[in-house]
DNA sequence: CGCATTTGACCTGCGC
DNA sequence: GCGCAGGTCAAATGCG
């Protein structure tokens, strides 16, 4: 079984509660800390450990799952969803993020919001997103990996970041 | 003043 | 090609 290296490019953002919350893998989606991952298309499940990143040329390009056909060969960074259950949007994970965008999602009540880490040359970009299924849900996606430190290292949820590492059978 | 936010316009990919 | 949906830009505006 091939070997291969899970890690969140984030850290978590206030009011999270790691039980109540889940990691989602790009194309895939699902409870880690069950060790499961779902295919978003045709919602086949495999094992985390049989999901694995494509890359081309040192850059990501689409994530498969044994068994399962190719994704889109698209170039794009990797990115991760992060579910959890809180009652505000704004979840202070500890770096500083500009808004650069809102738009309305089809199907849900709710906006999406667009940030971009603020760091000089750093293009880390997140949205947040409420689900209209279950609004008590904030769905957070980073795509990009920041290449500084944290900003605001004086929050204290760098410890609940290694507890959902625990979490995750990577 | 220096930054962040708001918000409509614009761009792009995709399906028909 | 056209329309839709998602993503981004940027000028105007707000705020400490």
Redesign the pocket.
Known sequence: MENYQMFLPFSLPANTAPNDSQVIFDNFHGDTSKGLLSDRKTDKFFQVAEVKELVENGRFVGSEGVGCKKK?K?IRKPRYAFQTRSQVDILDDGY????????????NKFP?????C?HQGCNV?K?VQRLTKDETVVLTTY?GVHAHPIDKPDNNFQHILNQMQIHTPF
């Open positions: 889109e698209k500083r993020w500009r808004k650069y965008g809102q738009k309305a999602v089809k199907n999406r919001n667009y940030y971009r603020t970009k949205q795509e």
